[in-house]
Nanobody, 115 residues
Framework: VQLVESGGGLVQPGGSLRLSCAAS????????MSWYRQAPGKERELVAT????????NYADSMKGRFTISRDNAKNTVYLQMNSLKPEDTAVYYC?????????WGQGTQVTVSS
């Protein structure tokens, strides 16, 4: 099983980034996919989740209206479009796959929002 995140980097406040997570080694279409983040000195928190079919999404309150999660089941990839980024969005962003009692994690990609 592999989840490989990409697309992180340094961006100015108010800017945008699009994260990608390429999945392999499991049946992607059977798993709900999520993005989490962990800032220095803080616990990992849920950012957004998308159902296996892509027909339902959920967001943490602080990300609603700014972040959009999506998936392409033909490419085994989940995305996180992040707009209007703030310094407090600085964190390592992790991709996660979940089905029943199975949970897989990626290694994370760093997002830094700073002028």
């Amino acid at each position: 099983v592999q989840l490989v995140e990409s697309g992180g980097g340094l961006v100015q406040p108010g800017g945008s980034l699009r994260l990608s997570c390429a999945a392999s080694g499991f049946t992607f279409t059977r798993y709900a996919m999520s993005w989490y983040r962990q800032a220095p000195g803080k616990e990992r928190e849920l950012v957004a989740t998308i159902a296996s079919a892509g027909d339902s999404t959920n967001y943490a309150d602080s990300m609603k209206g700014r972040f959009t999660i999506s998936r392409d089941n033909a490419k085994n990839t989940v995305y996180l479009q992040m707009n209007s980024l703030k310094p407090e969005d600085t964190a390592v962003y992790y991709c996660s796959a979940r089905r029943l009692h199975y949970t897989y994690w990626g290694q994370g990609t760093q997002v830094t929002v700073s002028s």
